[in-house]
């Protein structure tokens, strides 16, 4: 069982930048796990798309439209992932959701409650 609770999303002008949190109940990346981390994005009329994420090991990957743009990192003494967003765009506008993927005896995926990032020009 994990709650994840997102935090940081607002109203922000094109070209600034934000920082979402994503803080678990528990810890996700405990020694030797496989589980991974990532944040997703949800426009209004689209499906749900990958935008960071992050491996046990640190490896990270991002969607090409915020490559060089967002980053995504992790405090694992705080159980929490991050997502820096600078230089955002008006069609970074949408609500972003965090995600743990976390293997047990099945894999199993829990979602944050999302919380909205809109840009304005």
């Known amino acids: 069982q994990v709650q994840l609770v997102e935090s940081g999303g607002g109203l922000v002008q094109a070209v600034g930048s934000l920082r979402l949190s994503c803080a678990a109940s528990?810890?996700?990346?405990?020694?030797?796990?496989?589980?991974?981390m990532g944040w997703y994005q949800q426009a209004p009329g689209k499906q749900r798309e990958l935008v960071a994420g992050?491996?046990?090991?640190?490896?990270?990957n991002y969607a090409d439209s915020v490559k060089g743009r967002f980053t995504i990192s992790r405090d694992n003494t705080k159980n929490t992932v991050y997502l820096q967003m600078n230089s955002l765009k008006p069609e970074d506008t949408a609500v972003y959701f965090c995600?743990?993927?976390?293997?047990?005896?099945?894999?199993?995926?829990?979602w944050g409650q999302g919380t909205q990032v809109t840009v304005s020009s």
């Open positions: 528990r810890n996700i990346f405990s020694i030797n796990s496989i589980n991974t």
């Open positions: 992050i491996t046990s090991g640190g490896s990270t």
């Open positions: 995600n743990a993927r976390i293997h047990e005896f099945r894999v199993m995926d829990y």
